[in-house]
């Protein structure tokens, strides 16, 4: 009984439906074909939509404070650019890491200052620094990729597995435990959620709300130059279109995953989950051999159905 109660306990989380919904398209594709649910197939999906995960970590937080940060697409690919820059001058793969992921703390930076200290719109704010960002990708490349030589052991960042759990999974799976338990269990985590439900309640309850907004914005765009030094792992090619578009599918993870755009409502757990959702859709389509240009449809159905559902769900909550 005691089993059965904590089940019924689940349904009120806000992560349950997205769960739910992951659970019964993964059946309903291995109706259609048996290649879907071998082991091969399920690594080969989570690394595909890890990086998309990664990045909806720090979009939630984003989210949750009642902003939005357009420009991760942009940060996730000149941080994968700029590694790429400093293996092709002979830096250390720790000093292009470091390099690629000091991108994304000054996309963050850029992104905070501009929205706390200047007061721009989020929205303003980080679709400027996207355009900045997507520039400066085409300046240093001229549209074309580079390739430098790196060493074996930075490849298995991005290609190497632990068991038969790719590393990108890994690193995502830490993550997921790390920031859930930041957001549930600190501090940081109470003002983030407070800022974003009611930033003038929360600033006269002693909540540094500049501050909690300046560190979601680093937060998100360094998660996201970390996505992009992986995706240069994975690949060892810096791409001058990498990560473009990338923040629509970052926001529709969070979207999916229950985080609402008004702010004050959204999980790291839930983003994440949203994340799987589109990867599977992703991978159903090229299964089912569905033309992939359907691909974007369909997840802008679920995105619709997901946020829907969430606002009717609030809304019956509000007459009980």
């Known amino acids: 009984m005691r089993v059965l109660h904590q089940?019924?306990?689940?349904r009120h989380m806000r992560e349950f439906n997205v769960l739910i919904a992951l659970i019964l398209m993964g059946l309903l594709i291995s109706l259609f074909t048996p290649y879907f649910l071998t082991v091969s197939n399920l690594m080969g999906v989570s690394r595909a939509f890890s990086l998309t995960a990664i990045m909806s970590i720090g979009m939630v937080m984003v989210i949750i404070t009642g902003g939005i940060d357009l420009s991760v697409g942009s940060a996730m690919g000149l941080a994968g650019l700029i590694t790429a820059l400093c293996?092709?001058?002979?830096?250390?793969?720790?000093?292009a890491v470091a390099a690629g992921l000091g991108v994304g703390l000054a996309f963050g930076l850029t992104n905070g200052l501009l929205i706390t200290a200047i007061?721009?719109?989020?929205f303003i704010a980080t679709l400027g620094t996207l355009s900045i960002g997507r520039g400066l990708m085409y300046m240093i490349t001229h549209g074309v990729p580079l390739t430098p030589e790196t060493p074996e052991s930075f490849s298995f960042l991005g290609q190497g597995y632990v068991g038969p759990v790719p590393v990108p999974v890994v690193i995502l799976l830490v993550l997921t435990l790390v920031f859930t338990?930041?957001?549930?269990?600190?501090?940081?985590?109470r003002h983030v959620y407070a800022t974003g439900g009611n930033e003038n309640a929360a600033r006269l309850s002693g909540v540094?709300?500049?501050r909690v907004k300046l560190a979601v914005y680093v937060l998100s765009s360094t998660i996201s130059a970390l996505a992009g030094v992986i995706a240069f792992s994975r690949?060892?090619?810096?791409?001058?279109?990498?990560?473009f578009g990338s923040e629509l599918e970052v926001i529709a993870a969070a979207a999916i995953g229950g985080a609402s755009l008004a702010g004050g409502i959204g999980s790291v757990l839930g983003a994440v989950i949203g994340a799987a959702l589109i990867g599977e859709i992703a991978n159903g389509v090229v299964l089912l051999n569905i033309n992939t240009y359907a691909q974007q449809a369909i997840t802008g159905g679920v995105i619709l159905?997901?946020?829907s559902l969430d606002v009717l769900r609030n809304r019956m909550g509000g007459r009980g």
Request: a positive charge; glycine letters at 10%.
């Open 7 to 10: 089940l019924l306990q689940l």
């Open 87 to 95: 293996f092709d001058a002979g830096y250390s793969q720790y000093a």
């Open 119 to 122: 007061g721009l719109p989020p």
């Open 181 to 189: 338990v930041i957001m549930t269990r600190t501090r940081f985590g």
């Open 208 to 210: 540094k709300v500049q």
């Open 235 to 243: 690949y060892l090619s810096a791409e001058p279109a990498s990560g």
């Open 305 to 307: 159905i997901a946020v």
